[in-house]
């Protein structure tokens, strides 16, 4: 069976990292994680960290979250080393793109319930798994809907990598995914094209986000080999969840965390800030009612973060 096994090695550029949140509504206690590991993770390996507004889904933005998201980072001491990149102003780079991977794409007529009725199963993100119907030509009198990838046959759709906390994963894309959408039928371009395009077009280094898009990075990759673009390294951090279980999300009841004047003090952001260090399992060498600044805050987390790493076999060791 082959593989298309991401790179072992680390890239050659110097570290750059980056923070990826969609303007859906404001940071809560599970982005902030999100967002928490990856500056720790930047700062740990001298590397610059990016914000990069997710908003290709412009159906679901919601009119100011942006805005509020940078404030809540702001007030939390969490600043871009570069310029904040728009996911729905960069549509030029997504087309761009599809052009360059044209003999993998083809239109696609099928709706959803079309899919539900003929998918081959559920893939590990709880998508159904497209059966491949339009592949080879769409039927008489249907017109293309969407645009799909064609993923490679079963026995040689093997997608594997390393992740820095998860450990070796792999996923077999013939069987567990099927050919993606690359352009929605909505009009819009899917997230897995945009987060390719962008993380290469920024020379990200490392991706640290919630193990919730951990199924999502073998179809990553694979885009990134068609593209002939580098492979991040990959850290994927536990998510969190609420009573029931669920993704804490703002569907499943998530509070914001503060923002506005009435939350502007720095005792709350440090505050919300370790509490997130608390999820990731970092141990502060100050207990929590005495660590009463930002710059104290940041000086334990960093190393925290890193004495975390190396407990678990995941430090960087990036060229000189």
Known sequence: MSSLSAPTSAPAAPYVGRFAPSPTGPLHAGSLVAALASYLDARANAGAWLIRIEDIDEGRAVPGAADTILEQLD????????????QSRRKELYQAARERIADWVYGCGCNRREIADSRLGVGP??????????????????EARSLRLRVPEAGEDVVGFAD??????????????????????????????????????QGVTDVVRGADLLDSTPRQIYL?????VPTPRYLHVPVVRNANGEKLSKQTGALAIPSGPQGRDEEAAVAALQQA?????????????????????WQEAVPAWASLLAERGALLELPG
């Open 224 to 228: 990134q080999r068609l593209l002939g």
């Open 75 to 86: 007030w939390l001491g969490m600043h871009s080393d570069g310029e904040i990149v728009w």
């Open 164 to 201: 820095r906390f998860a450990g070796w994963q792999e996923q077999r894309l013939a069987l567990e995914s099927g050919d993606f959408v690359l352009k929605r039928a909505d009009g819009y371009w899917a997230y897995q094209l945009a987060v390719v395009v962008d993380d290469a077009e």
């Open 277 to 297: 260090a608390g999820f990731l399992g970092l141990r502060l060498a100050s207990p929590a009612p005495s660590i009463g600044s930002l710059a104290a805050f």
């Open 125 to 142: 993100d709880g998508a159904a798994i497209y059966p491949g119907t339009c592949r080879h030509g769409l039927a008489p009198g249907r």
